[in-house]
């Protein structure tokens, strides 16, 4: 008997569901249905009674859930007991942080968990997305936090999302205040646009995606200064794609316009993990989703 099995038994019961039950184990569903027919297989009898729609178990099943439940609660104090007196394997979590977003409050989360989990070890190192994601895919990194549906890995990976951000066309009012409600991608390709070289390649890359191409030569100008690109977005030199939040830390006193876009492009914040997660990524990625939803108003 393994005790992921067990674990996969209890989960079930949590859960009601085996696709949720499957997820909080970072595992596939037909991986989770595989534990709960082993463990059947090992006692003998069926402990699911499948003639109900909604999850039922039968007297066997609610038997041993008391026991799988009692085994764990044991299982997890051993496994404590290890952490804290230091006889567990020390492991090194290799964590990138995209220089192109603003990761708190989750960065704070993530400190929070190693604080609290002084026998794991946090390498916290800052990559643009690009070499993060090659990183990445060389095994040189365990996980990635930043725009997530911008560049994709080209090894197999799971991924958390943490917070989107639509993206909106700014200008001045008395530029964009003759546009009525949205504005089409067509007719910004060809604008003098100017964007912040830390997220260049995310607008690029998702304009890329939309297959809107852009002359980078005339219509796209970088800056790694927020004054210089308000000094142009102000005096109507050039327009930008920035999400809201960005508009309101640059501009408070609100004399830019954010118009919706009608292709909606959308910034995901997430996590980037890889498939064969051990614990200890297990114990992070299930500490963030607590926190966030503890966090939610």
């Known amino acids: 008997m393994q005790i992921e099995w067990l674990r996969a038994f209890v989960l079930l019961k949590e859960y009601g569901s085996f696709t949720e039950a499957a997820e909080e184990m970072f595992v596939s569903q037909s991986s989770f249905s595989k534990y709960i027919k082993a463990l059947e297989s090992h006692a003998g009898a069926p402990l699911i009674d499948r003639s109900y ?7 066997k099943g609610g038997a041993v859930l ?4 009692k085994i764990l ?15 567990a394997l020390r492991s090194v ?11 708190l409050p989750f960065l704070r989360f993530i400190l929070d968990f190693f604080e609290e989990h002084p026998e794991l070890e ?11 994601i090659n990183a990445f895919d060389a095994g040189e990194l365990d996980m990635v936090l930043g725009h997530i549906n911008v560049i994709r890995p080209k090894s197999p990976c799971k991924e958390m999302v943490l917070q ?7 200008g001045r009012k008395q530029d964009l205040s003759v546009i009525h409600q949205s504005i089409a991608l067509s007719q910004v390709k060809n604008d003098r646009l100017i964007l912040h070289q830390n997220m260049h390649l995310e607008i690029t890359e998702l304009l ?55 292709d909606h492009l959308t910034l995901r914040l997430g996590l980037l993990y890889g498939k064969n997660t051990g614990t200890g990524e297990r114990m992070l ?11 939610k108003p």
């Open 164 to 170: 989107e951000d639509e993206i909106f066309y700014v």
């Open 66 to 69: 008391l026991s799988a439940q």
């Open 93 to 103: 979590f290799r964590i990138s942080v995209d220089t192109a977003v603003n990761p």
């Open 53 to 59: 729609r909604s999850l039922h178990f039968t007297e």
């Open 122 to 132: 946090l390498k916290l190192q800052e990559f643009d997305l690009t070499t993060a």
């Open 73 to 87: 609660s044991e299982y997890d104090r051993m496994m404590e007991q290890l952490r804290n007196d230091g006889s």
């Open 285 to 295: 990625v299930r500490y963030l989703k607590e926190r966030i939803a503890k966090a």
């Open 208 to 262: 890329k995606q939309k297959k809107v191409s852009v002359n980078k030569a005339h219509s796209i100008v970088t800056t790694t200064s927020r004054d210089v690109m308000k000094a142009y977005l102000t005096g109507g030199q050039a327009r930008s794609l920035l999400t809201r939040s960005d508009v309101t830390a640059m501009d408070p006193e609100e004399q830019l316009l954010c118009l919706p876009l009608e």
